[in-house]
């Protein structure tokens, strides 16, 4: 099997003048993006990235993100995609962590690079890139980058609070691009707009690589607009979108949805967080032709995981699916045994596109691989027919928005409060989000805390998706052992 980087020189050479990227008014064909590639791949070498070398990409979705990226992969070098909403801290931990030596970044995150990179690393602008770019040499870097060739740092909060480091190789993205092609059926040629970021698993590695192995053009939104998402599928005829939950609920909500042309579009994915079963049928009433994917997958495995579409979604909404191709799953008790249909046990994954382990961290990598499989912590059910349902999470996951929060990191910042004496972090239902996260706090006698100022003390400490939207004051419920009692909270303050 070919390198990242060699899937996208071929295509070059076999549909030279497809247009392969759209962002804004700029346009790439596939022999142009390949040309370009290989120009700021010579940029890189020169700031002396070469093979193995950890580089940190920190970019909003555009046309830069995507040359950096492939020009990385094609030096050897093992790319970190870097959360545009992280705090300097935050930044600073996950550059220190991956050993990074150098981080590419966007003009517009200027000041929180300059605060959150540690001494030692060094920095360079996408403006400055592209300045550059247009001297260097078109032709591709003498590098040979295999498959087994470690491609990639991706990083996801644990139980813990602190990010582990998923690791991947170009084998392992290249199978996770292949599974959704082939899971949803994208065909050559697909017109796919990418809106979710660039620097999350999946749009990265399912709908990047995967679209660029079907040598599809890549339409490519900077930021969310409900209504302009809807115009843009609409005006480039896109075939292949895919969108968290939220996306699809706000563009329910526009009324220009029926007056636009939307025949183009067949398939629509989301994941990242459940879908309201009344979305997915409103959906399919209001566009008869488009099919519906729901990918319930996880960072560990690429992401991978099981998903559910077209008539099957339909009949059970509510469902996560079966295992998508090329990937086993079992539900199995604490014991290891496979659970009876309807029995609640723990999701356990393995394939292809299972994660080399977290980086630089062992003791974790052996907890959640056992055996070759890897344990999610997601608790679920399977019925006769193999339909595996989620039904809870083992850890306190919160899902706002299709974003991951932990609840252990917003605490950490919620205490540092001069006023909280304890507090716990929960999810509560949102209409729109899924969840909204909410912080229940016991106050230093003689304190008060009004929501605002939370906010305000937690904004530079945590992501803005992190930081409570909810306060509650009162005490926090635990056990003997001093644990917080979570469902409690959750069932008191669900109403």
Request: net charge neutral; hydrophobic share 40%; proline share 6%.
């Amino acid at each position: 099997m070919p390198s990242i980087g060699e899937i996208l020189a071929r295509q070059a050479h076999r549909v030279p003048r497809r247009t392969a990227l759209i962002f804004s008014d700029r346009q790439y064909t596939y022999q142009e993006l390949n040309r370009q590639v290989n120009q700021t791949a010579h940029v890189l070498a020169s700031q002396t990235v070469g093979r193995g070398d950890r580089v940190a990409l920190m970019a909003p979705n555009n046309d830069n993100f995507i040359l950096a990226y492939y020009a990385l992969l094609r030096l050897g070098a093992i790319v970190v995609p870097i959360n545009v909403r992280l705090a300097p801290p935050e930044l600073r931990y996950q550059l220190e962590d991956s050993q990074s030596r150098l981080i590419v970044y966007d003009p517009a995150l200027t000041d929180t690079v300059l605060a959150g990179t540690p001494t030692g690393v060094g920095r360079l602008s996408m403006s400055d890139l592209e300045e550059l770019r247009r001297r260097a040499s078109p032709n591709p870097p003498a590098v040979h980058v295999k498959e087994t060739d470690d491609a990639q740092i991706l990083y996801t909060s644990g139980t813990t609070g602190r990010p582990k480091g998923v690791l991947m190789d170009h084998h392992r993205i290249i199978w996770t691009g292949l599974n959704v092609v082939t899971g949803v059926g994208l065909r050559e040629g697909e017109r796919l707009l990418h809106v979710a970021p660039l620097y999350h698993s999946a749009e990265l590695d399912l709908f990047l690589m995967g679209g660029t192995y079907v040598a599809a053009t890549h339409i490519v939104m900077g930021e969310f607009h409900p209504r302009r998402v809807l115009e843009t599928l609409a005006e480039q005829r896109v075939t292949a979108f895919f969108g968290v939950p939220t996306m699809y609920q706000m563009m329910l909500r526009e009324d220009l949805l029926d007056r636009l042309d939307l025949s183009a579009w067949r398939i629509g994915m989301f994941g990242a967080a459940p879908m309201p079963p009344a979305t997915v049928l409103e959906w399919a009433r209001r566009l008869s032709g488009l099919t519906l994917y729901n990918l319930a997958g996880l960072t560990e495995m690429g992401p991978g995981g099981v998903y559910l579409g077209g008539p099957e979604l339909l009949a059970h909404p509510g469902a996560a699916g079966r295992p998508i191709l090329n990937t086993e799953a079992r539900v199995v008790t604490e014991d290891g045994r496979d659970t009876a249909p309807g029995e609640v046990g723990e999701l356990i994954l393995r394939g292809e596109t299972l994660m080399k382990g977290y980086w630089n961290n062992a003791s974790a990598t052996a907890d959640a691989i056992r055996d070759g499989w890897l344990y999610t912590g997601d608790l679920a059910t399977r019925d006769q027919d193999g339909l595996i349902t989620l039904v809870d999470r083992k850890k306190d996951l919160i899902i706002t928005g299709g974003m991951n929060v932990y609840s252990v990191e917003v605490e950490h910042a919620v205490l540092s409060h001069p006023a909280v004496l304890d507090c716990a972090v929960i999810g509560l239902p949102h209409p729109d989000y899924g969840e909204t996260v909410t912080a229940v706090v016991t106050l230093v006698p003689g304190e008060t805390l009004t929501l605002e100022e939370l906010r305000d003390h937690c904004r530079p400490l945590i992501a803005d998706y992190k930081i409570p939207r909810r306060l509650f004051l009162g005490p926090i419920p635990r056990n003997a052992s001093g644990k917080i009692l979570k469902f409690r909270l959750r069932q008191q303050y669900r109403s």
